[in-house]
């Protein structure tokens, strides 16, 4: 439907980025947050239009759509507070000293824009972590130009959004080549894009595939740069032995909906289950494969992922000793996801990085553990996530510290007695993880945090008062917090 971008295109669109890199870093965050709000007016103003591409698209319900896109436009409107906020910048002061021996020089330090950002749409979201997504917001929040390569899976809605963008920009005056958006299939555009010299950093959000041949690319470069890829996760569930007693039934009835939530298209998808084996796992599974019988398939966003994901289901399946115990009972139909729940005795698992994988789907497998000191040793096996979940009493935690510090390490975000589907939007969530789950586990693409990950630290030594930017002037001209010799204080310098 669109044509790719040639190699000169993307280089002309990068060189234009460059340029306006120069401009846009020296506009103040009342003008980049403004620039974002006008943004989140402009998607709104899509309509009906936006909502009904979308579905056409991706094969997500409207509600789900509608959601979504209030998400989105959210995202760029607290991100835009927290711009001009400027909480983000870190603005830290230490006085001179000239008595002191050596003297102590005059340091102020902030962070400053990293310059043109390259972000690659996702297929599961097409508003929230794509074009106008957490990524975008926050480079334009951190004073970057963005390059967006669109996610060919939703590429009219892709182009929708821009429009959006672009016609934000032409009324705040931005910079020409602020944004630019881009189509492009095929993996040497995104090469192209990741290895231009004034391309600073890149957003990724997608398959461990794809995340990993940018991040390596980055990393090639005579000049590497920092690449933020989500790449997906299994999510474990620890099931513990007093509250699977207390709860069986309630829990598997909670994660049947989480399982097929979307039909399973969600990063945060619970892929493992893991207890000890027993009359009460034994519950659970019998009451989980019932509620799995009564959830029919879902068509899932695309053809190319509900092929993957019937290939990888087929595949765990098959391996020795894996047992399936429900699939759906309704038969799907073309490009729908089959809704399906497997196990397997922790020992088998241990030994078969087969069905460590994720599997992007209404799919989990439940492992069977002899014993307490097994389910440890399945923990301290698995790789990075972006979640774990304990499903826990007070004295579960208690009695397991070994197990808890073990699940802690793995994960960005520890989830007790809930579910992993559902992230919040705000500064206390990380939706980031260890690897494999991304490739820098210190930073998420949710919250205003993120906006950290497209600057840099700069310390200013010794400069005239007049000299230094605004937010590290005596005056504290913006009124920002910062922290002045060792103490947090919006108070002028005398």
Same mark, same amino acid.
């Given at each position: ?284 599974? $019998?009451? #989980?494969? &019932?509620?799995? /019988? @009564? +959830?029919?398939?879902?068509?899932? *966003? ?98 397991? $510290?070994? #197990?808890? &510090?073990?699940? /802690? @390490? +793995?994960?960005?975000?520890?989830? *007790? ?78």
């Amino acid at each position: 439907m669109f044509k790719d971008a040639t190699i000169d295109e993307i280089n002309g669109s990068i060189e234009l980025a460059w340029k306006a890199f120069h401009d846009y870093r020296k506009l103040s965050l009342k003008h980049r947050a403004a620039f974002m709000k006008a943004i989140a007016v402009e998607i709104d103003a899509l309509g009906t239009s936006l909502i009904e591409t979308a579905m056409k698209e991706t094969n997500l319900p409207e509600a789900r759509l509608m959601g979504e896109r209030a998400r989105t436009i959210f995202q760029l409107n607290s991100y835009a507070d927290a711009c001009e906020k400027a909480d983000w910048l870190e603005a830290r002061i230490d006085t001179a000293i000239p008595t002191k021996t050596p003297p102590k020089p005059d340091l102020r330090k902030m962070l400053v824009p990293l310059g043109p950002v390259v972000v690659f749409g996702a297929s599961n979201f097409p508003f929230a972590y794509s074009t106008a997504g957490g990524d975008t917001a926050c480079a334009f929040a951190a004073g970057c130009p963005v390059i967006v390569k669109a996610h060919p899976a939703h590429a009219q809605t892709s182009e929708l959004v821009a429009g959006a963008i672009l016609k934000a920009a032409e009324k705040c005056n931005m910079p020409k080549g602020i944004f630019t958006h881009i189509h492009s299939s095929g993996f040497e555009g995104g090469r192209a894009l990741v290895t231009h010299t004034h391309v600073r950093a890149v957003g990724f959000t997608g398959s461990f595939i794809g995340g990993k041949a940018l991040f390596d690319a980055a990393n090639q470069r005579k000049e590497p740069i920092p690449v933020f890829s989500e790449m997906g996760s299994v999510n474990p569930v620890f099931l513990m032995p007093e509250k699977l007693k207390e709860s069986a039934a309630d829990i598997a009835k909670m994660y049947a909906g989480s399982i097929t939530l979307s039909t399973g298209q969600f990063c945060t998808n619970p892929g493992l289950i893991i207890a000890v084996d027993g009359n009460d796992l034994n519950i659970f599974i $019998d009451k #989980l494969g &019932e509620e799995i /019988k @009564n +959830i029919a398939p879902g068509t899932m *966003l695309h053809p190319g992922i509900a092929k993957l994901y019937n290939e990888k289901r087929i595949s765990a399946l098959a391996q020795k000793d894996v047992e399936t115990v429900s699939v759906s009972s309704v038969a799907p139909k073309e490009n729908q996801g089959t809704p399906t729940i497997a196990t397997v005795h922790a020992h088998v698992f241990l030994d078969n990085p087969v069905l460590h994988q994720e599997i992007f789907g209404p799919y989990s497998l439940v492992i069977k553990c002899k014993d307490a000191n097994e389910m440890l040793e399945v923990a301290k096996h698995l790789e990075g996530q972006l979640t774990s979940t304990l499903m826990a009493t007070v004295n579960d935690v208690r009695e397991n $510290d070994e #197990l808890v &510090e073990a699940v /802690k @390490n +793995i994960c960005g975000r520890f989830i *007790l007695n809930g579910v992993p589907t559902g992230v919040e939007v705000c500064l206390s969530m990380h939706h980031g993880g260890p690897f494999p789950a991304t490739t820098d586990s210190r930073y998420s693409s949710v919250g205003a945090d993120g906006i950290k990950r497209f600057a840099r630290p700069v310390s200013f030594q010794n400069w005239a008062n007049e000299l230094l930017p605004d937010e590290l002037k005596n005056e504290n001209p913006l009124h920002i917090w910062r922290t002045v010799n060792n103490e947090l204080t919006k108070d002028v310098i005398k």
